[in-house]
């Protein structure tokens, strides 16, 4: 089975402050790994994904995530963060083994004060 | 292109109705999916499909929940004698290749069970 957990349940953080959000998952095997986002009163959108090849992956937004396999770890990060970056924020996982289905972490909630 | 489309928005039902969601897929995914997501937590898998069939159902609580894709295009989430714990969001999402799990959300459909 498949897990994934996220340290943060909720973040604040200033205009132009550093983001770092964490994501471990559980899969004894190879791993897809996503992280969605969810503004306010929108539905979810891709933010970014690894599939294989270079561990540190740029999304959008300025956005990025390192897959350190030797931790299970797959966090987001992102060097300065503006107001319409609040929003909350999904880790998910799928092993490549396990089917299609998306395993999601119980997500972050970020609020940036302007 | 059109997104992925959900209806209704919001659904309120009393305690043993039955009620359907509806999914509409972006026009040629073959992959659709469905997930519940409870307040305060991440989208949980419920059922795949890969064009008519459902490829993995191991995610449907029990025996009131049925989904349909009889066409391989629309499809339709089935929960017969509502029960409270049934409230959540009920999103649908669609990916457009056999094997891939870039999965794009609906909306999503709030179900209300009075």
């Known amino acids: 089975a498949q897990s994934v957990s996220q340290h943060n349940h909720h973040v604040i953080l200033s205009e132009a402050a550093s983001l770092e959000l964490g994501c471990n998952y559980s899969?004894?095997?190879?791993?897809?790994l996503f992280w969605y986002v969810q503004y306010p009163g929108q539905h979810l959108q891709l933010l970014l994904k690894?599939?294989?090849?270079?561990?540190l992956v740029k999304g959008i937004k300025g956005f990025e995530a390192e897959f350190i396999k030797s931790k299970f770890s797959f966090n987001l990060r992102k060097p300065s963060v503006q107001w319409s970056d609040t929003a909350e924020y999904f880790c998910?996982?799928?092993?490549?083994?396990?089917?299609?289905?998306?395993?999601f972490g119980g997500g972050t909630r970020l609020m940036v004060k302007p | 292109g059109a997104g992925v489309s959900q209806t209704p928005s919001n659904k309120v039902t009393e305690k043993g109705k039955y009620v359907e969601l509806r999914c509409d897929p972006i026009?040629?995914?073959?992959?659709l999916y469905w997930y519940r997501q409870s307040l305060g937590q991440g989208p949980e898998f419920l059922i795949y499909?890969?064009?008519?069939?459902?490829?993995?159902d191991s995610g449907l609580p029990n025996d009131r929940f049925f989904a349909v894709r009889p066409e391989g295009s629309v499809s339709t989430l089935k929960i017969q004698r509502t029960e409270r714990g049934d409230s959540a969001m009920y999103l649908c999402?669609?990916?457009?290749?056999?094997?891939?799990?870039?999965?794009?959300f609906g909306p999503g459909t709030r179900l209300t069970v009075l």
């Open positions: 999402a669609s990916s457009s290749l056999l094997g891939s799990v870039e999965q794009f």
């Open positions: 899969y004894g095997g190879t791993v897809n």
């Open positions: 690894y599939f294989s090849g270079d561990p």
């Open positions: 998910a996982v799928n092993g490549v083994n396990a089917g299609n289905m998306l395993t």
């Open positions: 026009s040629g995914h073959t992959a």
């Open positions: 499909f890969q064009g008519t069939g459902a490829a993995d």
